[in-house]
């Protein structure tokens, strides 16, 4: 007897190439098989008829710190949102991290984390952290890589004219070479960044990311044409990841339109809620919404999937683990029903779109147990 069976949904799995109508079985936590069942003795059955059947989903990028200011309550809203698996972009340094692991380990959410070089992270949301490569502690953050590589991805730094100052490229500098000795992925927030945004992504290597990828705030990845720019597509030619991490104001309807009319695609589609943003309209709301979004801008539903699940999933080392149905795999799984109604999105500059279909969360399961269900499922 199994323990789970979700029956007749529309399963999108990009890991194994899977978009069919199909069953899951989950037993002991994780995924048994994907087919089409017959006469399964269950202890529990789920008809997800008319609904999208997906690996649970992954928030490569948003801040769950819950002793900073910006930090949301993680499970409320990851669970309703499908979200199974988050990363903490940046919200602590060397000098609280080991303070936010009793959350990390106990939280039912599945939790990974990228350091701050500003050893204080951002605890405060009046104002910036330091990112004066004379105060990097590059001792104990690589003491902290090496007591805890199961939990840290890799390094962040906010590279922002109004964070960096007049401190130039070195705080860049000095992040990629200490990612160097770690060997680790650095994470950059680009918006209205100080330098040329062709100049900041070379400095990138391949696995390294730029994070709010269609942002319109200061240099963007357009050049003076609205096209792409050249050292944009180079960078990704060699491997540097581009990650949407939306929020509040790092998203531009034009940088976005632009983009996907020449095929250049996110490679991952993250939130960056904080609580500035959670369920807050019209820019983010959840994650449900910012899929959404993507949806009724004409991305295909399988491709946006990719893009929260085995993508990320793969960036995080976690490769068939996580982020797909993968028989052995944890079994993380998100059901979704496609609403067909009038939706309205809104950048932060005011342009807008207004679409007819909206993903609403019907059924969350982690690690084999059901966490979300809606009353309607």
């Known amino acids: 007897m199994v323990d789970l069976i979700i029956k007749n949904g529309r399963v999108i799995d990009p890991l194994n190439g899977v978009d069919k109508i199909c069953d899951v079985l989950v037993q002991d936590g994780k995924i048994k098989s994907i087919s089409n069942f017959k006469d ?4 529990k059955e789920i008809d997800a008829t008319d609904c999208i059947v997906t690996p649970g989903l992954i928030d490569f990028h948003a801040h769950v710190y819950p002793l900073a200011e910006i930090g949301i309550p993680t499970e409320v809203t990851c669970f ?22 009793g959350f990390i380990n ?50 962040k730094i906010r590279f ?8 130039g490229i070195d705080p860049l500098i000095k992040t990629i070479e200490l990612a160097n000795e770690i060997d680790v992925p650095i ?66 309807f034009k940088t ?35 899929l959404s979004k993507y949806l009724n ?31 052995g795999a944890c079994a993380d799984i998100t059901i979704i029903k496609c609403l067909e109604r009038e939706v309205h999105f809104e950048d932060w500059d005011g342009d807008n779109l207004t679409g007819n279909r909206l993903l609403k969360t019907m059924l969350t399961v982690k690690d084999g147990q059901i966490v979300f269900q809606d009353i309607e499922l």
């Open 40 to 43: 399964v003795e269950c202890q």
């Open 80 to 101: 309703s949102s499908g979200i199974t698996t988050i990363v903490d972009a940046g919200s602590t340094g060397c000098a609280n991290y080991e303070s936010y692991r």
């Open 106 to 155: 106990t939280s039912k959410v599945r939790i990974k984390c990228f350091l701050n070089m500003s050893s204080s992270g951002l605890t405060s949301s009046s104002s910036h952290e330091n990112i004066d490569p004379q105060f990097f502690n590059s001792k104990k953050i690589k003491w902290l890589f090496d007591k805890y590589p199961n939990e840290l991805l890799g390094l």
């Open 160 to 167: 922002s004219k109004e964070i960096v100052d007049d401190l």
């Open 187 to 252: 994470v950059v927030h680009s918006t209205n960044a100080p330098i040329s945004i062709d100049r900041l992504v070379s400095y990138l290597r391949p696995g390294d990311v730029l994070t709010h990828a269609y942002h319109g705030i200061g240099n963007s990845i357009l050049d003076e044409n609205g096209k792409v720019s050249s050292g944009v597509k180079d960078a990704r030619a060699r491997g540097v990841i581009f990650d949407v991490a939306n929020a509040r104001f790092h998203f531009a």
């Open 256 to 290: 976005a339109r632009a983009a996907l009319s020449e095929g250049f695609l996110p490679d991952v589609i993250s939130t960056d809620l904080t609580t500035k943003s959670l369920y807050k309209k019209p820019q983010i709301f959840n994650m449900m919404f910012l």
């Open 297 to 327: 801008m004409g991305l295909d539903l399988y491709e946006i999937i990719s893009r929260c699940t085995s993508i990320p999933a793969d960036l995080m080392g976690m490769k068939g683990v996580i982020g797909c149905l993968s028989e």
